[in-house]
């Protein structure tokens, strides 16, 4: 893909947003949008991550392959491995041009020079605070710093990328000073820093709108997320005729983050049909692609990646999404790389089970899905999350009970005592083919002492032959599985298999060994 080439963009046919965004447009937007990626850099300074040169090449490579315009690889004077992983992310030959972060100095761009880059991103601080606390320099000695390096980039033949650090909070006209004298010395392009992330849309739009009457080389945005806004400032400069923007995967960068790449360029197409060369369908994959090898797991609730941007659980939703995703979604989530997930939960309804039940090819009466439904609310109201291995299994645990049998042992209560210098000791009520009957037993453990009662209430006779319990999913909350074998020991033998599933061992057990002693009953009584 040439740096003229465009993406595949998105199908206007699976995108459901407001007709209201037309009314937005505006006459200064661009048509196409350059994207800036600065992962490898800015991404890099989130707090906690420290990519390896192999690990920075795979980002490299995944970065190029999305279609971004620019690769902002890293900042080669900070240290040895900065400059090796630059050096060897220039020479692979991307599709994606290859830049590095300079200060205002001949020193850094000589460094950048040497990792073989054809373009550098200088920068020099221009705010009042900055001036007084951190450099001790006057405007016009920082005017001076950014034309001088400039001028020496350009010497090299590099191409020049400017930034004005802390431009939101720098004075508006030397601000339009300084975009008037980097012009003169050979910039090709300008970024505006929002490095604090302390402007509003409707203020940025004001800013670039009057920066434009003084900037006639490309304006490019860097957005950082400190009030939640970055995404909205970046939209609200191309409003004004901002060309480039400045993103990371994830919304990765320092604090709070830069704008995120994922939510800026399916804005950018969603909105306002501005293009950009980045394939939205490769996104779901290089955003897991980042996540992994920085260490930064991606939140569920997050815009367009995250695990729940396309997860349904309310029944009334998934009712609508299986008609028509328009009515609960913006966007296919094919057209980013993703998939559509119906989650089973506190609210979800008979056609969120039965959609994902029939993704497994189970298949259930209408009776059968609503005890599913009802397990699965209970479940869920007791803090339990229920997932597809877990739904199967409880699945099949309703698809063999009897249905239209009355049962002839039923559990009415039970209760174990246990801890540390206790023998376990259980006591069960049942009613048993209509009468309550009540017995207590001890045992090894909390589950011998339970089904040792149940057995001595229903019958000395039966035996238990065979006790299986397994995890359905991992971690404590699970759901387990337990089968229970029992024989029945009279002039006649017996066997008789128990089945049940739930989310606490002893009452799961219980309930499978009640189970098996209901089948056998009728058999024990003619006996």
């Not at 003229?4 to 699976?14: F, I, T, V, W």
């Not at 937007?29 to 800036?36: D, H």
């Not at 699970?478 to 020991?489: D, H, I, S």
Request: aromatic share 4%; charged share 25%.
């Amino acid at each position: 893909m040439t740096s003229r080439e465009r993406s595949p963009g998105l199908d206007r046919k699976r995108v459901y947003t407001s007709h209201f965004n037309a009314s937005a447009m505006s006459a200064s937007m661009p048509a196409y949008v350059e994207i800036f990626d600065t992962t490898l850099r800015d991404g890099e300074q989130t707090p906690g991550v420290a990519l390896s040169v192999e690990e920075k090449i795979r980002i490299a490579e995944a970065l190029s392959d999305l279609g971004v315009d620019v690769i902002e690889a890293g900042f080669p004077v900070i240290s040895d491995g900065e400059r090796e992983s630059i050096k060897k992310i220039s020479a692979l030959g991307l599709g994606s041009r290859v830049c590095a972060l300079c200060r205002s100095s001949s020193k850094d761009i000589d460094v950048a020079l040497d990792c073989g880059v054809s373009y550098v991103h200088t920068f020099i601080a221009t705010s009042d605070v900055h001036l007084k606390h951190k450099l001790k320099m006057t405007r016009q000695e920082v005017k001076a710093r950014a034309v001088g390096a400039i001028e020496y980039a350009k010497s090299h033949g590099l191409t020049v990328e400017f930034s004005c650090e802390d431009a939101t909070r720098t004075d508006l006209d030397f601000l339009k000073e300084m975009h008037i004298a980097v012009q003169q010395a050979g910039v090709d392009k300008i970024n505006l820093p929002d490095t604090v992330g302390v402007v509003s849309p409707p203020a940025m739009e004001f800013l670039v709108k009057e920066l434009m009457t003084v900037t006639r080389v490309p304006l490019s945005i860097h957005c950082h997320d400190d009030f939640g806004l970055a995404v909205a400032n970046s939209l609200a400069a191309v409003r004004q005729g901002a060309r480039q923007l400045h993103v990371c995967v994830n919304g990765l960068g320092e604090r709070a983050g830069n704008a995120s790449l994922e939510e800026v360029v399916l804005g950018l197409m969603a909105f306002f049909n501005v293009q950009t060369r980045v394939d939205p369908r490769k996104i779901g994959y290089v955003s897991k692609t980042v996540a992994n090898l920085t260490g930064m797991p991606i939140p569920g609730n997050k815009a367009i990646v995250g695990s729940n941007a396309f997860a349904h659980e309310s029944g009334i939703h998934v009712h609508g999404i299986l008609g028509d995703p328009s009515t609960y979604e913006a966007f296919g989530p094919e057209l980013v790389g993703m998939e559509r997930s119906i989650v089973v939960g506190k609210h979800t309804g008979v056609h969120s089970v039965k959609e994902k039940l029939s993704e497994y090819g189970v298949v259930l009466t209408d009776e059968q899905i609503s005890k599913v439904v009802n397990e699965i609310k209970k479940l869920a109201e007791s803090g339990k999350h229920v997932d597809d291995a877990e739904l199967v299994a409880l699945a099949y645990h309703v698809a063999g009970q009897r249905a239209g049998e009355e049962r002839k042992v039923k559990l009415k209560e039970f209760a174990v005592f246990t801890g540390l210098n206790i023998t376990p000791t259980a006591v069960v009520s049942l009613e048993v083919d209509g009468a309550n009957k009540r017995g207590s037993e001890i045992g090894v453990g909390p589950i011998d002492a339970a089904i040792n009662a149940i057995r001595q209430v229903v019958s000395d006779k039966i035996s238990l032959v065979e006790y299986r319990l397994s995890a359905i999913t991992g971690g404590s909350d699970a759901l387990c599985e337990v089968g229970v074998k029992l024989q029945y020991n009279g002039e006649k033998k017996a066997m008789s298999v128990g089945r049940s599933v739930g989310s606490d061992i002893v009452q799961t057990s219980v309930d499978a060994a009640v189970e098996a002693i209901d089948r056998l009953y009728s058999r024990m009584s003619k006996d």
